[in-house]
């Protein structure tokens, strides 16, 4: 038995390697705009989404400041890595306190 685990141990350690979901990372890139800010997400260095604009709000508002619009991107991103739609509400910027 005491020369079977290490076996074991091993052939765990592969499931468990296999099994592991792929590391989707994406950066954030904050671009500027004529009248404030927008931001780009990016996978693999290429343009993953554009965002020039604070979404969810009607009309092309850009984000007042760098901060409000990295923060709106890490939520995208945080949506993704959920794999739900990466929609933003009014409801989410006004949680966070983003400015329109």
Not at 14 to 33: G, H, R
Not at 35 to 56: C, D, H, R
Not at 70 to 92: F, M
């Amino acid at each position: 038995m005491i020369k079977t685990f290490p076996q074991i141990f091993f052939l765990s350690v592969i499931l468990l390697v296999s099994c592991e979901k792929k590391n989707n990372t994406f950066d954030v890139k904050i671009t500027k705009q004529e009248s404030g800010y927008g931001y780009q997400i990016l996978k693999e260095k290429k343009v993953f989404i554009n965002q020039p604009f604070i979404p969810a709000i009607q009309g092309e508002k850009t984000f007042k400041n760098e901060t409000d619009a990295q923060k709106t991107a890490l939520l995208v991103i945080k949506k993704i890595g959920k794999q739900t739609l990466p929609r933003i509400s009014i409801h989410e910027l006004d949680s966070m306190k983003i400015a329109y």
